[in-house]
């Protein structure tokens, strides 16, 4: 497999050094690479995506990964890409974020024993140790302060006059050390990462020339972002796109995919799915030929989530989509998973019992103030149950109307739902 080829084909890669040597070195062995993940939140998020499933790729083109917890980075904070300073995290704390993302890292990557089995370090098993006077001795001595400088993510901070704490500009010297520090302990030859850490990773790549006489070599991808320019970091309600079903839900997740724009989904497919490129394509071209139908859309959310939560999650998430949105399936058809999905997205409450005429149902629901609201909706025709509209104020609700034993969905109008289960 031709990974530097493939990451090419999918648009991951902005910047590398020599990108020939590069090749070269890829071309003749396996390579040990690196990414780093800071603790800066108890989960991941879809932004630290582009790097887990990078270094996936990398691992299935027969290289070794490193999935590096940043203990010792996270307490600093890295300025990039931000115009405010962190806030300083506490031992507690990057330890409480420290156990979630570590079962996140473990789940994109294969740990198994073999020549491409991965491994999880933390940057603060060799950082916590070091004075500080041997740090500025043996890392601050190879590095100048114009080099410093000279980086983009400390320009920037510096023009627009908030300024940065000694604290934060010495955040790449800590990154830089950590690379040295693999490449003379683990023969690390490659760090990965998002375009703005491309400062960061060549003053690390200047730091072992400089300290063991070796070349190393630094690859980044463009950020993820929309056709417009924003960050996919956020949907279009400001709720972050966390990797943890516990942050975010997977049906969330995946609905939060379903509205990108039509003109990002192929390179939103290359970069966030495992899909062969010629698959892309074809997808790609089904969903210009026919743009309604959101089949784009609804196949990267589908991949993605599958990635992220797994087959069933992903299978579930789609399910409640329909049963929410509409897709051709009766509500009837609906899984237990994907109705189980539904009702955590959805107002829910037990139904009060079974036998209970449809009247009494909606006011428990709070989908009418009152009996005689009620009366209304059903005469308007706007009370659906399980999906099916009814209008008769006699109707009952009993074991019939049970999906899996359990789940009534009662809706009324389009939007307002109510999940009710089975006393």
Known sequence: MDVLADLDARGLIHQTTDRQALAQRLESGPITVYCGFDP???????????????LRRLQLGGHRPIALAGGATGMVGDPSGRSTERNLLDDDA???????IVPQLRQFLDFDDGPCAARLLDNRAWTVGVGVLDFLRDVGKHVTVQQMVGKESVRNRLNEGDGLSY????????????????????????????????????????????RLGRAAHALTWPLLARSDGTKYGKTA??????????AMSPYRFYQSWIGVDDVDIAR?????????????REIAAAHDADPGRRSGQRRLAAEITRI????????????????????????????????????????SGPLRALGASVVDVLVDAELAQSRSEARRALAEGSVYINGERTSDPDRVVDASDLLHGRYVLLRRGKKRWHAATAP
């Open 237 to 246: 309600g400001g709720e972050t796109l966390w990797l943890s079903a516990e």
């Open 167 to 210: 604290t934060e500009f010495s955040y790449m010297l800590l990154q830089a050390y950590d690379y040295l520090w693999l490449a003379e302990n683990v023969e690390c030859e490659l760090q990965v990462g998002g375009s703005d850490q491309w400062g960061n990773i060549v003053l690390g790549i200047d730091l072992i020339r400089r």
């Open 308 to 347: 992220v939560h797994g087959d069933g999650a992903a299978t579930a998430a789609a399910g409640a989509s329909e049963v929410l949105f509409g897709g051709g399936v009766p509500v009837r058809q609906a899984s237990a998973a994907a109705l189980a999905f539904v009702s955590e997205e959805v107002p």
């Open 40 to 54: 800066t939140a108890a989960s991941l998020h879809v932004g630290n995506l582009m790097g887990l499933l990078t």
């Open 94 to 100: 990057l330890a409480g974020n420290l156990e979630g």
């Open 268 to 280: 939103l497919l290359a970069q966030l799915t495992f899909l062969d490129m010629a698959e892309v």
